[in-house]
């Protein structure tokens, strides 16, 4: 069946403006996670939802970044007046629960020029 | 929280020979997954084991939770099984923590 899927796969924006990143988890899956991977950071997790709970964000960098997952299922994460240091990979992962096997998309690289 | 480290971080093989990768983590877990990170950096999953020995084809992969580490054994590589290998886990909670990685390099 269809996997994780993300888009844009490639994003290039300015210092300052905001992007928005799609994840479209696979079917059926109440888990959605993002994380980042940068050179210096290494994968870190960012922000967790699971069915109609509140989400856990207590991975976010600072308020600039904000996610929403609509009707249980596609996630946007939100960054606002990027910076330099935004500039990674975005990973969203989905599971059927927690803590189950998560399944990864193939990430949008974000560059912040 | 929990703190995973792997080992080695870098490996260089010929083809055809075998290795033994490992990760070591702080805490009790409820998940533990292995996975390779191609050259795209798509995240392939190998193996979710959080305890118990799994095979396929010929890569197998053993967690001993109450010794707190795990291994992912590659037989017969391959210059495809070049990449970097990551495992994660978690310790009472859903997020994963990945370690920084072993980065496999399989020469002909």
């Known amino acids: 069946g269809a996997g994780v899927s993300q888009s844009p796969s490639n994003k290039v924006t300015e210092k300052g403006k905001d992007v928005e990143l799609r994840c479209d988890p696979i079917s059926g899956h109440t888990a959605l996670y993002w994380y980042r991977q940068s050179l210096g950071q290494g994968l870190e997790f960012l922000i967790y939802f699971q069915g109609n709970s509140a989400p856990d964000k207590s991975g976010l960098p600072s308020d600039r970044f904000s996610a929403e997952r609509t009707g249980g299922s596609v996630s946007t994460l939100t960054i606002q007046r990027t910076q330099q240091e935004d500039s990674a990979v975005y990973l969203c992962?989905?599971?059927?629960?927690?803590?189950?096997?998560?399944?990864f998309g193939p990430g949008t690289r974000l560059t912040v020029t | 929280g929990i703190q995973v480290e792997q080992s080695p971080p870098d490996l260089i093989l010929q083809e055809g020979a075998n290795s033994t990768l490992r990760c070591n983590f702080s805490?009790?877990?409820?998940?533990l997954q292995w996975f390779h990170q191609n050259p795209w950096g798509q995240l392939i999953n190998l193996f979710y084991i959080p305890s118990g020995t799994k095979q396929n084809g010929r890569l197998s992969a053993t967690t001993v939770a109450t010794e707190r580490y795990s291994l992912l054994y590659i037989s017969s590589s391959q210059t495809t099984d070049s990449g970097v290998y990551f495992c994660?886990?978690?310790?009472?909670?859903?997020?994963?923590?990945f370690g920084k990685g072993t980065k496999l390099s399989v020469i002909p």
């Open positions: 805490d009790s877990v409820n998940n």
């Open positions: 994660a886990s978690g310790a009472g909670s859903y997020q994963l923590t």
């Open positions: 992962a989905s599971s059927l629960g927690t803590p189950l096997e998560q399944y």
